[in-house]
């Protein structure tokens, strides 16, 4: 589904990746764990067009570096930001709505369009609060409230694969929980997720498959019950 090929970027003058490589299979959740500036977040700007880079990265055939975010994310490439950036002065239902991207010229706007309607009910039926709360401004949103808000818009884009920056840094364990929900409840629809995660013991309870960076490289990868085992590898790249 996603395949990522040598990949080196960085910001100005300073490389933050040197060559990195790995793949995203349909269904599967991968999670990149490593240190604060090892390279993960960069890794998930350039899927998704918001940095410039050299190699490849290639989703379901197709190459998309170049392309605008918008394009990628038209191609199916769901993408929740660790800032959530949620638009705090509009409503919870209007920041869901602007996730929405219709599949047909003039159906933005209307909301009382069928495919409109069934996309929010299916995220209300995710997060059961959000409809209770669908007229609140989302800038009064706790930090889990929000990052809820921002996992639901993501979905209102029909992607195919989600890439999810830290979405458990800085909540309450209930809201941990929550979101640990949400990325099991994507599995069971199909969908295949790209998580940036820092804490093994959480990450190791979602993942297919793990890797793990340091310095800009996928320094292991393999099954969380193989890094369990790799005690030089968490001694070296994750614990503090």
């Known amino acids: 589904m996603l395949s990522v090929q040598d990949i080196h970027a960085g910001y100005g003058g300073s490389r933050v990746l040197c060559g990195v490589s790995f793949g995203v299979a349909p269904g599967e959740i991968v999670v990149l764990l490593g240190r604060n500036g090892s390279g993960r977040s960069t ?18 055939g197709e190459a998309l570096l170049g392309r605008p975010p918008h394009e990628i994310a038209r191609r199916g490439v769901g993408y929740v930001p660790e800032a959530r ?12 709505e602007l996730g929405w991207m219709p599949r047909r010229r003039g159906m933005l706007g209307r909301r009382d369009d069928e495919p409109l309607r069934r996309l929010k009910e299916d995220v209300y039926a995710l997060f059961p609060w959000l409809k209770a709360r669908a007229d609140t401004l989302a800038g009064v949103l706790s930090g889990g409230e929000q990052q809820m808000l921002s996992l639901g818009r993501t979905l209102m884009g029909q992607p195919q694969l989600v890439v999810v920056d830290e979405p458990m840094e800085g909540l309450a364990p209930q809201a941990v929980q929550q979101v640990a929900g949400f990325v099991h409840a994507l599995r069971q629809r199909g969908l295949a997720v790209l998580l940036i995660e820092q804490k093994f013991s959480l990450a190791r309870t979602l993942a297919d498959r793990c890797l793990v960076f340091g310095h800009g490289r996928v320094v292991f990868e393999g099954s969380h019950a193989e890094l369990d085992a790799a005690d030089d590898v968490r001694r070296e790249w994750l614990e503090v």
Do not use: C, H, S
């Open 85 to 96: 950036d949620v638009f705090p002065t509009l409503t919870v239902e209007q920041n869901l």
């Open 43 to 60: 890794t998930a700007k350039v899927i998704m067009g918001l940095l410039p880079a050299t190699g490849r990265v290639d989703w379901r």
